[in-house]
């Protein structure tokens, strides 16, 4: 709660770039099933008709708009924050969304401890609307390498208010590191953070998205925040690091080093194992959930390698046997989470690739 006693109050920022794109239908719809006191600013710097539909239907929960050119997505952010009022504060991109009751969890964890400023928690991520890719590999409870890594998946990240008060907004030349800086900043203020290893969001990764990319300038906005906080020697390691992580991710040369990947520790380590940690042969209570406008039909479960297996959802449950992949009916319905069990009929627990929500077109 807040100090007065109150529930507390959250501040969120969506910026859409000069292109619209239809995916922030699923982030606004995410919001606005929140369940929490919500002001939510949306800065749109294309100004098209279909963004300007978009916040008319999402009127109810958005506190401040603006349709136009912006000097940026960083400024966008700043802007929002500016004219909202809240305890906690955040933003949310267009092509992300949030996972069912995220705030809500996100509250109880601050009302908690008043000593906290900023909590994070884990990603899903997708490879487009409807396919699960597994967790955010990046994501790691250790907040003392911040300055070596961007450990904190951003739109799982909330803090209160009073953090920008102390260390400020986002920087306005920063276009790829903006969140990483800004946790950078927190740290070094001395701010407490807390990492909770539940599911808050759900992140896109596909080729053209902002974090696929490996230009000059992302290195170098890399280089220069490492630097500032680390020694020549750990920013060299987390230059190559970088550039290994997005050669295995984005690239086409990913498939080739597919067995360089199996050998090297870290982000490689962690693709092996995607979704929640498991217990003997159980792959543990995985959440299923989606922002689409009707109920999912089904559920694909796709394996590594062949795979004996019992599949639970709840009302569903099927066994394989020496099966890729499983389909099974799940009728999911927006913004509500089903609970996937997996049980392997062997030892050790089953290896998932991923996860795909079908519709009643595709589910065959």
């Given at each position: 709660?807040a100090t007065?006693?109150?529930a507390?109050?959250f501040?969120?920022?969506?910026?859409?770039?000069?292109?619209?794109?239809?995916?922030i239908?699923?982030?606004?719809?995410?919001?606005?099933a929140?369940?929490?006191?919500l002001?939510?600013?949306f800065?749109d710097?294309?100004?098209?008709a279909e963004?300007?539909?978009a916040?008319?239907e999402?009127?109810?929960?958005?506190?401040?708009?603006?349709h136009?050119p912006?000097a940026?997505?960083s400024a966008?952010?700043?802007?929002?924050w500016?004219h909202?009022?809240?305890d906690?504060f955040?933003?949310?991109n267009?092509?992300d969304?949030l996972?069912?009751?995220a705030l809500t969890?996100v509250a109880?964890?601050?009302?908690?401890?008043?000593?906290?400023?900023v909590?994070y928690g884990q990603s899903?991520?997708?490879?487009?609307?409807?396919l699960?890719?597994?967790?955010?590999?990046?994501?790691?409870?250790?907040?003392?390498?911040i300055?070596?890594?961007?450990?904190?998946?951003?739109?799982?990240?909330?803090?209160?208010a009073?953090?920008l008060?102390?260390?400020g907004l986002?920087?306005?030349?920063?276009?790829?590191?903006?969140d990483?800086?800004?946790w950078?900043?927190?740290?070094?203020a001395?701010l407490?953070?807390h990492?909770?290893?539940?599911?808050?969001?759900?992140?896109?990764?596909?080729?053209g998205?902002?974090?696929?990319?490996l230009?000059?300038?992302?290195?170098?906005?890399?280089?220069?925040?490492?630097?500032?906080?680390?020694?020549p020697i750990v920013t060299a390691?987390?230059?190559?690091g970088f550039?290994?992580h997005?050669?295995?991710?984005?690239s086409?040369?990913g498939?080739?080093l597919?067995?360089v990947?199996r050998?090297?520790k870290g982000t490689?380590?962690?693709?092996?194992?995607?979704?929640?940690?498991e217990?003997?042969?159980?792959?543990g209570?995985?959440?299923?959930?989606h922002?689409m406008?009707?109920?999912?039909?089904a559920l694909?479960?796709?394996?590594?390698?062949p795979?004996?297996?019992?599949?639970?959802?709840?009302?569903?449950?099927i066994?394989?046997?020496?099966a890729?992949d499983?389909i099974?009916?799940?009728?999911i319905l927006p913004?509500e989470t089903?609970?996937?069990?997996?049980v392997?009929?062997?030892?050790?627990?089953?290896?998932?690739?991923?996860?795909?929500l079908?519709?009643?077109?595709?589910?065959?």
């Amino acid at each position: 709660m807040a100090t007065d006693g109150t529930a507390l109050t959250f501040a969120m920022v969506t910026p859409i770039g000069p292109s619209f794109t239809p995916r922030i239908y699923f982030a606004l719809r995410s919001l606005r099933a929140q369940g929490v006191d919500l002001q939510l600013a949306f800065c749109d710097a294309g100004g098209s008709a279909e963004a300007r539909m978009a916040a008319d239907e999402f009127g109810d929960i958005i506190a401040y708009r603006r349709h136009g050119p912006d000097a940026g997505q960083s400024a966008a952010i700043n802007e929002g924050w500016r004219h909202l009022e809240g305890d906690i504060f955040g933003w949310l991109n267009a092509d992300d969304y949030l996972a069912p009751s995220a705030l809500t969890r996100v509250a109880k964890i601050f009302d908690a401890n008043e000593e906290i400023d900023v909590v994070y928690g884990q990603s899903y991520i997708l490879d487009d609307d409807v396919l699960l890719g597994g967790l955010h590999p990046a994501v790691d409870g250790n907040i003392d390498l911040i300055f070596r890594h961007n450990l904190i998946s951003q739109p799982s990240c909330f803090y209160r208010a009073r953090t920008l008060e102390k260390v400020g907004l986002l920087k306005k030349d920063l276009h790829f590191t903006m969140d990483w800086d800004l946790w950078a900043r927190f740290y070094a203020a001395g701010l407490k953070f807390h990492y909770t290893p539940e599911i808050l969001s759900s992140v896109l990764w596909e080729e053209g998205t902002k974090t696929s990319g490996l230009s000059r300038r992302r290195m170098s906005e890399i280089a220069h925040l490492t630097s500032t906080y680390e020694n020549p020697i750990v920013t060299a390691k987390t230059m190559v690091g970088f550039t290994l992580h997005h050669l295995f991710e984005y690239s086409s040369l990913g498939p080739l080093l597919s067995g360089v990947r199996r050998r090297l520790k870290g982000t490689a380590a962690q693709r092996a194992n995607m979704w929640r940690a498991e217990t003997g042969g159980v792959r543990g209570a995985i959440p299923v959930y989606h922002f689409m406008k009707a109920p999912s039909a089904a559920l694909r479960i796709r394996f590594a390698e062949p795979t004996d297996a019992v599949l639970d959802l709840g009302e569903c449950r099927i066994e394989i046997r020496g099966a890729f992949d499983a389909i099974m009916p799940a009728a999911i319905l927006p913004g509500e989470t089903a609970a996937l069990t997996v049980v392997a009929g062997g030892e050790g627990a089953p290896n998932i690739e991923r996860i795909e929500l079908l519709l009643k077109d595709s589910a065959g």
